[in-house]
């Protein structure tokens, strides 16, 4: 069983970054893949990003590229989401999500952490 805790939410004007925290417990944290999806109002969730176990392979959906960072630290469980130059369209929940493999499906997710993005 593994819980997840997300944390760092908040309202940030556009243009402005917010970094997002995801408590892992209940598992061995370093084992599996980890990603984000953010689901906005009125759509469907949407792919953000994803890590490896070992942190060292990376893929971001082309809509935050370059903007957003995705890291973990394995030994203190938590994943990490950097997002910079907001704007009012990234308004959305914000889930942490472990994958079952690599690239796969998410079998566990957190309560997700709302960013609006406004003025």
């Known amino acids: 069983q593994v819980q997840l805790l997300e944390s760092g939410g908040g309202l940030v004007q556009p243009g402005g970054s917010l970094r997002l925290s995801c408590a892992a417990s209940g598992s061995t944290f370093s084992s599996y893949s980890m990603a984000w999806v953010r689901q906005a109002p009125g759509k469907g969730p949407e792919w953000v990003s994803s890590?490896?176990?070992?942190?060292?392979?990376?893929y971001y959906a082309g809509s935050v590229k370059g903007r957003f960072t995705i890291s973990r630290d394995n030994a203190v469980n938590t994943l990490y989401l950097q997002l910079s130059s907001l704007n009012a369209e990234e308004t959305a929940l914000y889930y942490c999500?472990?994958?079952?493999?690599?690239?796969?499906?998410?079998?566990?997710w957190g309560q997700g952490t709302q960013v609006t993005v406004s003025s």
């Open positions: 999500a472990k994958e079952t493999g690599w690239l796969d499906e998410h079998d566990y």
């Open positions: 890590i490896n176990p070992g942190g060292g392979t990376i």
